[in-house]
Nanobody
Framework: VQLQASGGGVVQAGGSVTLSCAAS????????IAWFRQAPGKEREGVAC????????YYVDSVKGRFIISRDNTKNTAYLQMNSLKADDTAVYYC???????????????????????WGQGTQVTVSS
């Protein structure tokens, strides 16, 4: 099982970047895909999640209205479009296959419950002010 995030870089505050998550080694079509991030000195945080059929999308409150999660099951790839970036968005971003997504209105901490626990190396996003 492999999930490799890419597309990060240095972006100015207010700018945009789109991350990609290339998956292999499992039945991508059947699994929700989540994006997590980890900033220096902080715990890993669940940012967004998309169900297998794209009908359910979850976002942590801090990114609602700014980030858009999507997937292309024909390409075994998921995406995270990040708009109106802020300094607080600076982190290493990882994608993962989860067993389910939180409900869209869930406001608690997003706890990963997937079975693969495969995270890859992540991709660094640095927002400069």
């Amino acid at each position: 099982v492999q999930l490799q995030a890419s597309g990060g870089g240095v972006v100015q505050a207010g700018g945009s970047v789109t991350l990609s998550c290339a998956a292999s080694g499992f039945a991508f079509t059947y699994y929700p895909i989540a994006w997590f991030r980890q900033a220096p000195g902080k715990e890993r945080e669940g940012v967004a999640c998309i169900s297998s059929s794209s009908t359910t999308k979850y976002y942590v409150d801090s990114v609602k209205g700014r980030f858009i999660i999507s997937r292309d099951n024909t390409k075994n790839t998921a995406y995270l479009q990040m708009n109106s970036l802020k300094a607080d968005d600076t982190a290493v971003y990882y994608c993962a296959a989860d067993s389910g997504c939180p409900l869209p209105d869930y406001s608690g901490a997003y706890v990963y419950t997937g079975v693969f626990d495969a995270w890859g190396q992540g991709t660094q996003v640095t927002v400069s002010s």
